[in-house]
C-alpha cells in the first residue's frame, strides 16, 4: 500500500483520508500530543530535495504517534560515494522500515522505489510531477472552511508548469467536485493541461471572476531550464496577486499558498499575512494532521495485507 500518485485515489479513498484527518486536527491542539499508535514502527526521511515544511511536517507527525522516526541525512549517505538510489532503498529495505518518505528531484522515481521495497511509500514530491500528500492538506484546508468542494471554484496561478502541487491539486479538487481555473503567462502553462478538467486563463482579471479560493504558486527558477526567467517586477504586476487583483474574485475569497513563498513577486506580503483572507498558516497546521492520517492509514491497510 502507498501513496504515490493523487490519480490512484478514488472520491471515497481521499474523503476517508480527510475525515481521517479530522481527529488529528484536534489531538494537535492538546498540550501532550502524544500517541502510542504507531509504536513499535520505523518511518524513514529520505530528502533529496530541500525542504523544510514537508520535511518538519512529516517528522513531527511520526513522532507524535509514537512512531521511531530515522532522518536520513542525503548529503552523508553512500550516494555520495556512487551508489545507485535503488542500491541505496534496497539496503534501507533490509532494516524492516514500515514506511519510507521519499523526496527527490527525478520525476516517478516514488512509483519505481514503491515496486523494490517491502516498505509503504509516500511520495513527498518527485520533480515537476506529484505532491500528494500538499494536495490532500489543501483539501483539508478548504473543507474545513467551506465544508464542501462540489460547485467551488478554485483558481491556480503561477508557474503551473513545473509545479508538482498544480498536478496533485488539480487531481484532488477535480475529483472531489470543485472547479479549476489555471492562470499564468503562456511559457507557464503546460502544453498537456488541455486533458485535464480545468479552464485556461492568461490573465488574473478574467482567471478570479467568481473565485472562492486563489492559489498562489512560486516560479520555480530551479527548475526552469533553458528559457527566460520572468522578470520580477513585471511578473508581479501581470500576475502577482495584491488586493487590488483579489478584488475580481468573488467578494469573500481566501488566498492560499504551499510555500515557500516569494513575497512581492507572486503574493503580496501583507495580503500573505491577512489571516482575515489568507489561509497559508492554516494548511501548515493542516500539514501534520494529514499526514498523521496517512501514516496511520497506510500501515493499518499493510497490516492487513500482511496478515
Known amino acids: 500500500i502507498h501513496l504515490v500518485e493523487t490519480a490512484d485515489l478514488n472520491k471515497k479513498e481521499i474523503e476517508f483520508i480527510l475525515d481521517e484527518a479530522k481527529k488529528f486536527i484536534n489531538f494537535n491542539k492538546k498540550r501532550v500530543k502524544k500517541s502510542n499508535l504507531l509504536e513499535g514502527r520505523t518511518v524513514f526521511n529520505l530528502f533529496f530535495e530541500d525542504s523544510t515544511r514537508t520535511r518538519t511536517s512529516f517528522e513531527v507527525a511520526a513522532k507524535r504517534l509514537g ?3 530515522i532522518n536520513v541525512a542525503v548529503k552523508d549517505s553512500s550516494i555520495n560515494k556512487g551508489e545507485t538510489l535503488l542500491d541505496t532503498m534496497t539496503t534501507i529495505n533490509s532494516m524492516n522500515p514500515d514506511v519510507l518518505i ?15 521495497v517491502d516498505a509503504c511509500v509516500i511520495n513527498a514530491g518527485d520533480g515537476s510531477h506529484e505532491h ?18 462540489e460547485n467551488l471554484k478554485i483558481a491556480i496561478c503561477g508557474d503551473i508548469l513545473h509545479s508538482r502541487v498544480a498536478r496533485s491539486n488539480i487531481e484532488i479538487l477535480s475529483t472531489l467536485g ?27 482579471k478574467e482567471g478570479l471572476k467568481e473565485c472562492d479560493i486563489v492559489m498562489m504558486l512560486r516560479i520555480q527558477k530551479e527548475r526552469i531550464v533553458g528559457s527566460h526567467t520572468p522578470n520580477e517586477k513585471e511578473y508581479f504586476k501581470k500576475f502577482g496577486l495584491d488586493y487590488k487583483k483579489l478584488y475580481y474574485a468573488n467578494k469573500k475569497a481566501f488566498v492560499m499558498h504551499p510555500g515557500p513563498m516569494n513575497r512581492g513577486v507572486e503574493i503580496d506580503s501583507r495580503l500573505a499575512d491577512d489571516i482575515t483572507r489568507s489561509l497559508i498558516q492554516e494548511q501548515v497546521t493542516m500539514g501534520v494532521a494529514i499526514r498523521m492520517a496517512c501514516l496511520e492509514i497506510l500501515i493499518n491497510n499493510r497490516d492487513s495485507y500482511v496478515n
Open 67 to 69: 512512531a521511531d522516526l
Open 178 to 204: 470543485s472547479n479549476i481555473n489555471v492562470i499564468g503567462p503562456k511559457t507557464l502553462i503546460p502544453k498537456d493541461i488541455k486533458k485535464k478538467r480545468v479552464k485556461i486563463f492568461y490573465n488574473m
Open 132 to 149: 500528494p500528500t500538499q494536495a490532500l492538506l489543501d483539501a483539508l484546508t478548504i473543507k474545513k472552511k467551506f465544508k464542501k468542494f
Open 102 to 116: 521519499v523526496r527527490h528531484p527525478e520525476e516517478g522515481i516514488s512509483k519505481r522505489i514503491s515496486m523494490n
